[in-house]
Structure formats: structure tokens, C-alpha cells
Nanobody
Framework: QVQLAESGGGLVQTGGSLRLSCTGSGRSFRRYAMAWFRQAPGKEREFVAAISWKGEKIEYGDAVKGRFTISRDNTSNTGYLQMNSLKPEVTAVYYC????????????????WGQGTQVPVSS
């Protein structure tokens, strides 16, 4: 089990960019796959992106392909989500998740979750 803490959220204007960070506790985090999900008000949690622990497997949700980039730095136990060309419809709370297994977009399979960071995008 790892503890996860997201940071980097905040109000951004349409067309702007933001980089979210997810820091995991413990050395074991570097051997965990991680993913980003988001949940907008009144909607279900949605898959955003996932990356294996070595970084050789990366997947994106259809809604973010070409605009978001997931990456990780295992030397600092930190994962990132670079978000570009932001639009109001991506307003949500963004969560990072981690698991020993690469679970791609299956949220129920991720054992560990952060508290989330809000990303409001103004029009």
C-alpha cells in the first residue's frame, strides 16, 4: 500500500495549461502502475490516463488524447499529468491512483487513491 498526494490543481482559463503531480510515499511506489481519473460534478468517475511502473505502457482516455500527457519520475516517486488546451468541460476533481498491477482504465482495480485536486477551467 502507498499513500498518494496530488498537487498542482487550481483555476485556469480556457486554452491554458496545467501540470498535476502525484507523489507516492515509500520506495515501493516506483514499482506501482499509476493512473489519473477525474470526476466532474454530477458525473461518474472517468478514466484519464495510465502508465506502467517502467513507463513502457501508456494509455489515454479518448476525451484527452492529444492534449494530455502522463509521465513519471521514479527517482522522486512522482507521477505527472500535463494538461494543455484546457476547456471548461474538463472541469473536475482529478485523482491519482496506484496499484501493483497495470489495470489500465479499471478504476475498481486500483487499490490506492489520493484525495484529489480540483481543476476548474473558466470560459
Amino acid at each position: 500500500q502507498v499513500q498518494l498526494a496530488e498537487s498542482g490543481g487550481g483555476l485556469v482559463q480556457t486554452g491554458g495549461s496545467l501540470r498535476l503531480s502525484c507523489t507516492g510515499s515509500g520506495r515501493s511506489f516506483r514499482r506501482y502502475a499509476m493512473a489519473w481519473f477525474r470526476q466532474a460534478p454530477g458525473k461518474e468517475r472517468e478514466f484519464v490516463a495510465a502508465i506502467s511502473w517502467k513507463g513502457e505502457k501508456i494509455e489515454y482516455g479518448d476525451a484527452v488524447k492529444g492534449r494530455f500527457t502522463i509521465s513519471r519520475d521514479n527517482t522522486s516517486n512522482t507521477g505527472y499529468l500535463q494538461m494543455n488546451s484546457l476547456k471548461p468541460e474538463v472541469t473536475a476533481v482529478y485523482y491519482c491512483a496506484a496499484d501493483k498491477t497495470y489495470n489500465y482504465q479499471d478504476a475498481a482495480s486500483y487499490a490506492d487513491w489520493g484525495q484529489g485536486t480540483q481543476v476548474p477551467v473558466s470560459s
